[in-house]
């Protein structure tokens, strides 16, 4: 690719990633109070006005609104700008990665979810369906592009990820006479699984484990709060996108000996 198309592409991969951000934010806002997306339009929290289009530019209304409402003056939250800079960031570094493929616009959307679900999981101990479902039929349908993975192994990775971490909510339910896996964790690994596979679903549920584990559990024994679990599943699931197939094959060559 020549330099000039490159850095056009990359401007462009971070103009998106940025657009998708606010949309991130709007998601992060009203889907755990069961508010509708597309309306009423967005609006100052403090003085109820509506904001008008230029000043809901992602990332640079905010600046040359100096992080404030124009009309009330009071101060806009630095998540807004914040989750918009790192979709973006997610958006370049996929194209960095991948270039002009449909793995950087899977990677992408991938990364956007789980950061969208990882920042509503950590404050509400919550994973909206409108993510969880409409991230798998995502998975889904991007499957039927050219690369990995199949069809096939797109619903086998999202029929994996739901059934094992349905039994370990059941069998752990049975050992602990109460719920012990929240549905949304359930939900999500489906979608999870639609993007990564079988393996990929069952890495990410390892690695997520693990990270609630060593990370959480013990805050969690201290101050008897519950685990977000979707937060290190996240985790997860991103570490398996980007080196999946590194540990798999490091795993078999320490394990058998072989790749």
């Given at each position: 690719m020549p330099h000039t198309v490159r850095i056009v592409f990359l401007i462009y991969a971070g103009v998106l990633g940025a657009s998708v951000g606010s949309f991130m934010n709007v998601c992060v806002t009203r889907l755990p109070k069961g508010e509708s997306l597309l309306r009423p339009r967005s609006r100052c929290p403090e003085c109820s006005g509506q904001i008008a289009w230029y000043d809901n530019v992602p990332l640079l209304s905010w600046i040359l609104l100096r992080g404030k409402c124009r009309q009330c003056r009071t101060s806009i939250s630095f998540q807004y700008p914040a989750v918009e800079l790192v979709t973006a960031a997610i958006w370049i570094g996929m194209a960095l990665m991948y270039g002009p493929t449909w793995r950087a616009l899977q990677g992408s959307i991938l990364f956007s979810l789980l950061l969208t679900i990882?920042?509503?999981?950590?404050?509400?101990?919550?994973?909206?369906?409108?993510?969880?479902?409409?991230?798998?039929?995502?998975?889904?349908?991007?499957?039927?592009?050219?690369?990995?993975?199949?069809?096939?192994?797109?619903?086998?990775?999202?029929?994996?990820?739901?059934?094992?971490?349905?039994?370990?909510?059941?069998?752990?339910?049975?050992?602990?006479?109460?719920?012990?896996?929240?549905?949304?964790?359930?939900k999500m690994m489906a979608m999870v699984g639609a993007f990564l596979g079988p393996a990929g679903a069952m890495l990410t549920i390892f690695i997520g484990a693990l990270a609630g584990t060593l990370v959480f559990a013990p805050l969690s024994l201290k101050t008897k709060r519950e685990v977000p679990f979707g937060v290190f599943l996240g985790l997860g699931a991103a570490i398996a996108f980007l080196f999946g197939q590194s540990l798999v094959e490091w795993y078999s060559q320490a394990a058998f000996g072989t790749v």
């Open positions: 990882s920042l509503i999981d950590a404050r509400h101990y919550l994973i909206p369906d409108a993510l969880s479902i409409g991230g798998l039929g995502a998975g889904l349908a991007l499957s039927l592009l050219p690369g990995p993975p199949s069809f096939l192994t797109s619903v086998i990775g999202a029929a994996l990820g739901f059934g094992v971490l349905l039994a370990v909510g059941l069998l752990g339910e049975w050992v602990f006479k109460k719920p012990a896996m929240g549905g949304g964790d359930i």
